[in-house]
């Protein structure tokens, strides 16, 4: 209903004939078919803070609720209503981390979704930040235009994340590389341990004499949703539609002789194709 008024005002725009006018129209549109956004900004640096400051004032969904160049300062902000969404660096003044941040907020402020906004993409910081609560991470180079749109998909439970750092996260979830029993004896299979003989009479009561393998993309795509990962961000994370993701995962049931995520994961993991 809200989208197809939204629509029904836009179309309307063609009829006025004053661009202000126009602008207003548009902006009223935008804010009756999404909601708004309350979002708060942890920026030492005043040119960075000063840009995300302009792209929150000029997106008529959002608003900027409070903005701080410091950790202490930061810390004031946690006593007081929580934001929609909070934007933090990761480096701030003498010394302190926005990874520390990130932590207090998330006890603060659980409604609150958080994104980090950084120049750092190295791996330790990444997977800090996410590990401390961050759900989205953009490296400052992102486009201005692209980050009101960020915010939205962030709060519409997405998980905004560049790239570089997409690409860093894969490294690590990406399964190793296994083989067939056929082309290896038991002794240097990687993936099945021959110190438990349990492990192997379930594996050939099951699969006879072959052991299954999946390929590259069919464990990347299960081993992300063992991480927790939904079947849109691994579309996302892996730049292919949503319908491969699925044909990824039917084919992984059918190797694998299962018949739910929960089965796949654990014969996967039992046979060591995909990592714990």
């Not at 302190?96 to 979704?113: E, F, H, M, N, T």
Request: hydrophobic share 40%; aromatic share 6%.
């Amino acid at each position: 209903m809200f989208e197809f008024y939204g629509r029904l005002i836009l179309s309307s725009v063609t009829y006025i004939g004053d661009a202000q006018t126009d602008m207003n129209v548009v902006n009223y549109a935008i804010m009756t078919i999404s909601p708004f956004h309350h979002v708060a900004v942890v920026e030492d640096d005043p040119i960075f803070r000063h840009r995300f400051e302009e792209v929150l004032l000029n997106a008529p969904d959002m608003a900027l609720s409070a903005s701080a160049a410091n950790f202490p300062d930061a810390l004031n902000l946690l006593s007081g209503q929580p934001p929609d969404v909070l934007l933090v660096d990761i480096g701030l003044p003498n010394g302190q981390s926005g990874i520390d941040l990130i932590r207090l907020a998330v006890d603060c402020w659980p409604s609150c979704v958080i994104m980090v906004l950084t120049v750092f993409g190295d791996e330790q910081n990444v997977l800090g930040a996410i590990r401390a609560g961050a759900m989205g991470y953009l490296l400052k180079d992102a486009d201005d235009k692209t980050l009101a749109e960020h915010i939205r998909s962030l709060r519409r439970g997405e998980s905004p994340i560049s790239p570089v750092i997409a690409r860093q996260l894969l490294k690590q979830l990406m399964p190793m590389p296994t083989t067939t029993l056929n082309d290896r004896t038991l002794s240097d299979t990687p993936f099945l341990n021959t110190n438990k003989p349990e492990k192997l009479c379930q594996t050939k009561e099951k699969f006879g004499d072959f052991t299954p393998t999946l390929s590259a993309q069919e464990a990347t795509v299960l081993n992300l949703i063992a991480k927790g990962f939904t079947l849109k961000e691994v579309a996302a994370l892996l730049d292919i539609s949503i319908n491969s993701v699925k044909t990824n995962v039917q084919r992984c049931y059918r190797k694998l002789q299962v018949h739910s995520q929960t089965e796949a994961i654990y014969e996967a993991r039992r046979l060591g194709l995909i990592k714990d």
